[in-house]
């Protein structure tokens, strides 16, 4: 009669640790889920600007920290209906702690030029990146941002949702980018972004 209670409370241990386990794990694949849907962005968190501009067929500029996001207003598919637009300017200035950004486009000759002016919190801010992302989009933006200078600007195609490195140059689908630092005409530091369709520039695909 001991040996059964004796295994009937270990079946009973058993069982309890189990539903234990299914509890915690439950819980954390509900966190986990809950973080990507807040994730500023792969997620629908009402605080990103990505949502605008998901799935349009141009290129951006993010600004991590403050998570401001800059369409390079630019469209390959808009430029081969022989848009009649012309120049298009905007300006954003978002203080002296962070970016400002002018970005000027012109569809009709497939061009667009955009200024960044670093602010005072130009390194990325570890905190606010793990508070923001899901682990998967923190490493993404790991991957891209400058190894030695660690900015917060990244590089963002809005079609395809992939991040890339502010490079000196390089290819996407169908636009070509370069990049470049210098001083403003305040002696400020800012990164100079060129984006050119390449059809535009009688390039082959």
């Not at 501009?53 to 207003?73: A, E, F, P, Q, S």
């Not at 978002?94 to 670093?118: M, P, W």
């Not at 682990?135 to 992939?162: A, H």
């Amino acid at each position: 009669m001991k040996q059964l209670k004796g295994r009937k409370m270990i079946r009973v241990m058993l069982i309890l640790i189990i539903l234990m386990a299914a509890g915690v794990w439950g819980g954390l694949a509900f966190r986990e889920s809950r973080i990507k849907e807040n994730c500023y962005l792969c997620g629908s968190n009402s605080q990103s600007m990505v949502g605008l501009y998901r799935g349009k067929d141009t290129l951006g500029v993010i600004c991590v920290n403050n998570w401001y996001v800059m369409d390079l207003k630019l469209s390959d598919s808009v430029q081969k209906q022989e848009s009649e637009e012309g120049t298009d300017v905007t300006y954003t200035n978002l203080g002296t702690e962070n970016c400002s950004f002018t970005v000027r486009s012109d569809s009709k000759q497939g061009r667009a030029e955009a200024e960044i002016t670093l602010g005072k919190q130009k390194q990325l801010d570890q905190k606010r990146l793990k508070k923001r992302f899901c682990k998967e989009c923190q490493e993404k933006i790991l991957e891209v941002v400058d190894k030695e200078e660690k900015q917060d600007l990244v590089l963002i195609d809005f079609q395809m949702m992939q991040l890339y490195p502010l490079e000196k140059k390089q290819i996407i689908r169908e636009y070509e980018v370069s990049v470049e630092e210098k001083k403003n005409d305040n002696e400020k530091e800012c990164v100079k972004v060129y984006l050119k369709i390449i059809s535009a520039m009688g390039m082959p695909h």
